[in-house]
């Protein structure tokens, strides 16, 4: 594996399911009592969130706990990124800290590329959603939770709904489960489809219904509030209708076929409450596993130097 | 004044001559007197002084990007003896005073003729228009107006600018670009934005605006020149307008001939200027565009920016790059060595038709008896590696660094006077 985490294109097949293994191996670990390992121990990881993501910023400050790093927690909120410190001073300061591994959220597509590329750090820098461009730790989870209910996905069909053009999560698994052997397709109002999007590995479609019956994982990807009055569809009643997955679009999947949202869900508008609330619905387990993918990635970057699964010693901790 | 015995130098790629170089003119080798300084020029080629219609020299205002003397010494280090210096500082080159202060600032460097932009409108608000007329009859003379930076997309407006500057035979040089449609764009919207997650640039933002501004130059019978043409469809439409008879012109840059937005995947701002990197398809034509006489002329858009504005993530960078020392050497790269044009036709394209354009009357001339001694001599031989540091510019945003570029300036001579002499500047 490389030395950073920046796109889902970073990582072969061979990369990608060493990390789902590794996880995989790590989350039995939730299950008990001390839900910890020395891996990492007096090694520092730092979040540099530049952007509010509570729940992504807590799932990699557990992940991190878990192995025993030092996490420091920099929201640019509450630093001087708000009085307007460049990246690179910043950057210089974390490096000076002694940061091994820099976990970046950034709203600027790049930014973590441009923290691992430009010299100003040494540490490893893992991309925790920059912009429109990727979120490749969720195309983890994701592909995780596929495969723990899928098994493997070679040859999976996995429908993706929503607002492809602005979301990092979209790239990111197109990437990962293309690498992993997944069909995908991307279903989206043709304003919400990248131009290009033919170049990538995937089919694409404007029609949810048709999409539905051989789709063995659905997921739902959240419609911004500020796209509703950039005239990239009509109203939010509209959206729902023609891509929102209600209870009859629900009723029209094959039954072992799960449904995911990578959250915060728009109850009533991407999701219906009850698709939601299902037992088929992935959507608390992927939160889970997001946990155990982020330790399985810190562990490979920081601990393994060439990867591996933890030693028997260590699981047994 | 010293008079220069320039020997064995190809005129415009042809037969080896002599240039005697006396009073600002060129004279007959055989009347070379006696204290004549030689300059052996044997394997140089010698073209008229380029002239650049697109620069941004900063001053007044972005003194910690450039000022009018160090963007002039790169221009002379480039090979340019007259330069256009765009509107957009601060304050804005909007009334005859400004225009005065950088002519005035640029004939106290005396690198090379600096001949001030006005803006179109009053700080280029794009809401009502500038003193044009101020600004044409002042000392500067200014015959080129652009917001540059900001389209004229008011379609009264820009039509009431084309229609005004008739009276003095100005031009309108229109930076073309559908506000609405490239709202936050940061690159060229193609399979690479939709990867990288940037938001686009489309092509159809130029086009739209090339197609509006032909149609109503040919409407009321003036001068358009359409600055910095990036893409295929543009080619297209100035084709297509100047068989229509209309009096369109375009320029394109350097770095619209040689860079592509494949180099954004870098994410490294360097990179990243306006209008943005086009693909190779793009470039493809637009070489073929300036071979064939549709593209006029190739201007620099020279833009410096200071380290901290490119130092930073891709959003957050100024756009724009340097041009001026490395354009001749692009030129040669990507049109000569590959056999798109000759050197005369490169001093069609790099100082005759722009100076035609900006009504530069002494520049831009044939080197023949009794022209301006504006002269650069540069030796195709050379291959150089480009280096940042050893610029003129303040700035160090060169997006060729590394890069190994054919061909070096030896020589400028602005009206006799060497501003560059033994590839250094003086």
């Given at each position: 594996m490389r030395r950073h985490l920046l796109s889902s294109a970073d990582l072969t097949r061979d990369d990608a399911l060493e990390i789902l293994d590794t996880a995989a191996e790590l989350l039995s670990l939730?299950?008990?009592?001390?839900?910890k390992l020395p891996t990492l121990r007096g090694r520092t990881v730092v979040n540099l969130f530049f952007e509010d993501s509570t729940r992504t910023r807590i799932s990699f400050e557990a992940a991190a706990k878990r192995l025993s790093a030092d996490v420091i927690n920099f929201a640019a909120k509450g630093s001087s990124v708000s009085k307007g410190e460049s990246l690179k001073d910043t950057a210089l300061t974390l490096e000076a800290m002694g940061a091994d591994a820099v976990v970046i959220r950034h709203g600027s597509s790049g930014a973590p590329h441009r923290l691992a590329t430009s010299g100003w750090v040494r540490s490893c820098v893992v991309n925790a959603g920059d912009g429109?461009?990727?979120?490749?730790?969720?195309?983890?989870?994701?592909?995780?939770?596929?495969r723990r209910h899928l098994g493997d996905l070679e040859g999976r069909r996995v429908t993706i709904v929503g607002d492809v053009l602005h979301s990092r999560v979209a790239r990111s698994n197109a990437l990962l489960l293309s690498t992993l052997g997944a069909e995908v397709t991307l279903v989206a109002p043709p304003t919400l489809l990248p131009v290009g999007v033919s170049t990538w590995p995937v089919q694409t479609s404007y029609d949810l219904d048709g999409a539905l019956d051989k789709s063995d994982a659905v997921m739902m990807l959240r419609v911004q509030s500020e796209r509703m009055n950039d005239a990239f569809f009509p109203s939010a009643r509209e959206y729902s209708r023609r891509y929102g997955l209600d209870d009859r679009r629900f009723a029209r999947l094959p039954v072992h076929a799960i449904v995911m949202h990578p959250g915060p869900m728009n109850r009533g508008m991407e999701i219906s409450a009850t698709v939601?609330?299902?037992?088929?619905?992935?959507?608390?387990?992927?939160?889970?596993?997001?946990?155990?993918?982020?330790?399985?990635?810190?562990?490979?970057?920081?601990?393994?130097?060439?990867?591996?699964?933890p030693t028997a010693e260590e699981a047994a901790l | 004044m010293?008079?220069?015995?320039?020997?064995?130098?190809?005129?415009?790629?042809?037969?080896?001559?002599?240039?005697?170089?006396?009073?600002?003119?060129v004279l007959d080798p055989a009347d070379a007197p006696r204290d004549a300084v030689t300059v052996d020029a044997e394997g140089l080629v010698a073209l008229p002084g380029l002239v650049d219609l697109h620069t941004h020299l900063r001053e007044p205002g972005r003194e910690d990007a450039e000022t009018v003397e160090s963007g002039s010494r790169a221009a002379a280090a480039g090979g340019f003896t007259a330069v256009h210096a765009m509107a957009n500082t601060e304050p804005v080159a909007d009334t005859a005073g400004v225009v005065e202060q950088v002519h005035n600032l640029g004939q106290t460097a005396g690198y090379c003729d600096v001949r001030p932009v006005g803006a179109v409108t009053v700080g280029l608000d794009g809401r009502r228009l500038a003193e044009l007329g101020a600004m044409a009859d002042s000392a500067a003379r200014v015959r080129v107006f652009s917001d540059d930076g900001i389209c004229v997309s008011d379609a009264v407006l820009m039509r009431r600018a084309l229609e005004y500057v008739k009276a003095f035979d100005g031009v309108v040089a229109q930076h073309p670009q559908e506000p609405r449609l490239t709202e936050g764009a940061q690159m060229n919207e193609g399979a690479m934005s939709g990867v990288l997650g940037l938001v686009g640039w489309p092509a159809v933002a130029e086009e739209a605006m090339i197609a509006r501004d032909c149609l109503l130059a040919g409407h009321v019978g003036s001068r358009l020149h359409v600055c910095h043409v990036s893409t295929s469809g543009s080619v297209e439409l100035i084709r297509w307008a100047k068989s229509k008879g209309w009096a369109v012109t375009a320029e394109v840059t350097p770095h619209h001939l040689l860079l592509t937005d494949e180099l954004v995947a870098t994410y490294d701002p360097i990179y990243k200027v306006n209008p943005p990197l086009r693909t190779s398809e793009d470039v493809a034509v637009l070489r073929a565009g300036l071979a064939d006489g549709t593209i006029d002329c190739v201007a620099t858009d020279h833009a410096p920016h200071p380290t901290e504005d490119k130092e930073c993530e891709w959003g957050a960078?100024?756009?724009?790059?340097?041009?001026?020392?490395?354009?001749?050497?692009?030129?040669?790269?990507?049109?000569?060595?590959?056999?798109?044009?000759d050197w005369a036709a490169v001093a069609d394209r790099m100082s005759v038709r722009p100076a035609s354009i900006g009504r530069v009357f002494d520049q831009g001339q044939p080197l023949q008896l009794g022209s301006p001694a504006n002269v650069v001599l540069i030796d195709p031989t050379v291959v150089r590696t480009i280096e940042p540091m050893e610029s003129q510019s303040l700035s160090r945003n060169n997006p060729f660094r590394g890069m190994e570029l054919p061909g070096r300036v030896v020589a400028t001579f602005l009206r006799g006077r060497p501003t560059v002499l033994d590839g250094t500047l003086l």
């Amino acid at each position: 594996m490389r030395r950073h985490l920046l796109s889902s294109a970073d990582l072969t097949r061979d990369d990608a399911l060493e990390i789902l293994d590794t996880a995989a191996e790590l989350l039995s670990l939730a299950d008990r009592p001390i839900k910890k390992l020395p891996t990492l121990r007096g090694r520092t990881v730092v979040n540099l969130f530049f952007e509010d993501s509570t729940r992504t910023r807590i799932s990699f400050e557990a992940a991190a706990k878990r192995l025993s790093a030092d996490v420091i927690n920099f929201a640019a909120k509450g630093s001087s990124v708000s009085k307007g410190e460049s990246l690179k001073d910043t950057a210089l300061t974390l490096e000076a800290m002694g940061a091994d591994a820099v976990v970046i959220r950034h709203g600027s597509s790049g930014a973590p590329h441009r923290l691992a590329t430009s010299g100003w750090v040494r540490s490893c820098v893992v991309n925790a959603g920059d912009g429109t461009h990727e979120h490749p730790t969720q195309a983890l989870l994701d592909a995780f939770t596929l495969r723990r209910h899928l098994g493997d996905l070679e040859g999976r069909r996995v429908t993706i709904v929503g607002d492809v053009l602005h979301s990092r999560v979209a790239r990111s698994n197109a990437l990962l489960l293309s690498t992993l052997g997944a069909e995908v397709t991307l279903v989206a109002p043709p304003t919400l489809l990248p131009v290009g999007v033919s170049t990538w590995p995937v089919q694409t479609s404007y029609d949810l219904d048709g999409a539905l019956d051989k789709s063995d994982a659905v997921m739902m990807l959240r419609v911004q509030s500020e796209r509703m009055n950039d005239a990239f569809f009509p109203s939010a009643r509209e959206y729902s209708r023609r891509y929102g997955l209600d209870d009859r679009r629900f009723a029209r999947l094959p039954v072992h076929a799960i449904v995911m949202h990578p959250g915060p869900m728009n109850r009533g508008m991407e999701i219906s409450a009850t698709v939601a609330d299902s037992a088929r619905s992935v959507i608390v387990e992927q939160v889970t596993n997001g946990v155990a993918v982020r330790m399985a990635v810190l562990y490979l970057l920081l601990g393994g130097s060439t990867g591996g699964q933890p030693t028997a010693e260590e699981a047994a901790l | 004044m010293t008079t220069y015995l320039v020997t064995g130098v190809s005129v415009l790629g042809g037969t080896p001559c002599d240039l005697l170089l006396r009073d600002g003119r060129v004279l007959d080798p055989a009347d070379a007197p006696r204290d004549a300084v030689t300059v052996d020029a044997e394997g140089l080629v010698a073209l008229p002084g380029l002239v650049d219609l697109h620069t941004h020299l900063r001053e007044p205002g972005r003194e910690d990007a450039e000022t009018v003397e160090s963007g002039s010494r790169a221009a002379a280090a480039g090979g340019f003896t007259a330069v256009h210096a765009m509107a957009n500082t601060e304050p804005v080159a909007d009334t005859a005073g400004v225009v005065e202060q950088v002519h005035n600032l640029g004939q106290t460097a005396g690198y090379c003729d600096v001949r001030p932009v006005g803006a179109v409108t009053v700080g280029l608000d794009g809401r009502r228009l500038a003193e044009l007329g101020a600004m044409a009859d002042s000392a500067a003379r200014v015959r080129v107006f652009s917001d540059d930076g900001i389209c004229v997309s008011d379609a009264v407006l820009m039509r009431r600018a084309l229609e005004y500057v008739k009276a003095f035979d100005g031009v309108v040089a229109q930076h073309p670009q559908e506000p609405r449609l490239t709202e936050g764009a940061q690159m060229n919207e193609g399979a690479m934005s939709g990867v990288l997650g940037l938001v686009g640039w489309p092509a159809v933002a130029e086009e739209a605006m090339i197609a509006r501004d032909c149609l109503l130059a040919g409407h009321v019978g003036s001068r358009l020149h359409v600055c910095h043409v990036s893409t295929s469809g543009s080619v297209e439409l100035i084709r297509w307008a100047k068989s229509k008879g209309w009096a369109v012109t375009a320029e394109v840059t350097p770095h619209h001939l040689l860079l592509t937005d494949e180099l954004v995947a870098t994410y490294d701002p360097i990179y990243k200027v306006n209008p943005p990197l086009r693909t190779s398809e793009d470039v493809a034509v637009l070489r073929a565009g300036l071979a064939d006489g549709t593209i006029d002329c190739v201007a620099t858009d020279h833009a410096p920016h200071p380290t901290e504005d490119k130092e930073c993530e891709w959003g957050a960078a100024a756009m724009g790059m340097l041009g001026l020392e490395t354009a001749l050497s692009v030129v040669q790269h990507t049109m000569v060595d590959t056999g798109l044009l000759d050197w005369a036709a490169v001093a069609d394209r790099m100082s005759v038709r722009p100076a035609s354009i900006g009504r530069v009357f002494d520049q831009g001339q044939p080197l023949q008896l009794g022209s301006p001694a504006n002269v650069v001599l540069i030796d195709p031989t050379v291959v150089r590696t480009i280096e940042p540091m050893e610029s003129q510019s303040l700035s160090r945003n060169n997006p060729f660094r590394g890069m190994e570029l054919p061909g070096r300036v030896v020589a400028t001579f602005l009206r006799g006077r060497p501003t560059v002499l033994d590839g250094t500047l003086l």
